[in-house]
């Protein structure tokens, strides 16, 4: 079943994925983590493996990304996006990392919609 697109729903994840932008430019790990579901059940899958919890989540960044200038400058650039129902959006997207040692990769977000806010339940980031 393909269910059509609402853009107004859309608008409110790209939003969300443009704080987090912010956020993370401005060295802020937990602002970065806002969007995340706060839950146990966050699955994240990146090159290391695979981390379960927002807690978790959060530590691996930290851990990965121990001060600014590691983080460096965070640009999302979104591929595809689809309503997958009206509680659930798939986005498909690249992001990169603008630092001494440049880096980037691609990623996979499932946004829920829960209690009526976005959050991502699964990011599969290479």
């Not at 060295?27 to 379960?52: A, H, K, Q, R």
């Not at 851990?63 to 009206?86: N, R």
């Amino acid at each position: 079943m393909h269910v059509s697109l609402n853009a107004q729903e859309l608008t409110k994840v790209l939003d969300l994925m443009k704080a987090q932008e912010l956020a993370w430019n401005a060295g802020d790990l937990e602002g970065f983590m806002t969007p995340y579901l706060n839950s146990d059940s966050l699955l994240f899958v990146g090159g290391s493996g695979i981390t379960y919890g927002w807690n978790s989540t959060l530590n691996r960044y930290k851990k990965a990304y121990p001060d600014k200038a590691s983080m460096g400058e965070l640009k999302f650039t979104i591929l595809k996006t689809e309503q997958l129902s009206p509680d659930y959006i798939y986005v498909l997207g690249k992001w990169s990392l603008k630092k001494e040692k440049p880096a980037s990769g691609h990623f996979t977000l499932i946004w829920k919609k829960i209690k009526g806010e976005w959050k991502i339940t699964s990011d599969h980031s290479s």
